[in-house]
């Protein structure tokens, strides 16, 4: 896998262990589109857009005790859109 792209085992897969939660159970309680896929993806590290970090970060909110933020269920930040767009200048 591409490194920049593969962030590892994220918080996120942790605080749902422990919540003992499932990405169904995510993909239930949110009332955006969330999809099993981002969620698993979530969990596994792989680079998601901010959107939908906010997405799963909702989720998990709705079934959480405790509100959490996105760099708490996160270890990494989403590509800037210039980054995405490939663009000059992009770090």
Same mark, same amino acid.
């Given at each position: *896998? ?8 994220? &918080?996120?897969?942790?605080? *749902?262990?422990?919540?003992?939660? $499932? ?13 099993? $896929? *981002? %969620? =698993?993806?979530? *969990? $596994? ?11 799963? =970060? ?6 959480? +005790?405790?509100? %959490?933020? +996105? ?6 930040? &989403? &590509?800037?859109? $210039? +980054?995405?767009?490939? +663009?000059?200048?992009?770090?």
């Amino acid at each position: *896998m591409n490194d920049q792209r593969d962030h590892g085992l994220q &918080p996120l897969n942790q605080l *749902m262990c422990d919540a003992d939660l $499932k990405a169904a159970d995510l993909v239930r309680a949110s009332a955006n589109q969330l999809t099993h $896929k *981002m %969620v =698993t993806r979530a *969990m $596994k590290g792989r680079r998601l857009t901010r959107n939908s970090m906010a997405k799963v =970060t909702a989720a998990f909110n709705l079934l959480s +005790e405790d509100a %959490v933020t +996105e760099r708490q269920l996160f270890n990494y930040l &989403p &590509p800037s859109l $210039k +980054e995405r767009r490939g +663009e000059e200048g992009a770090q």
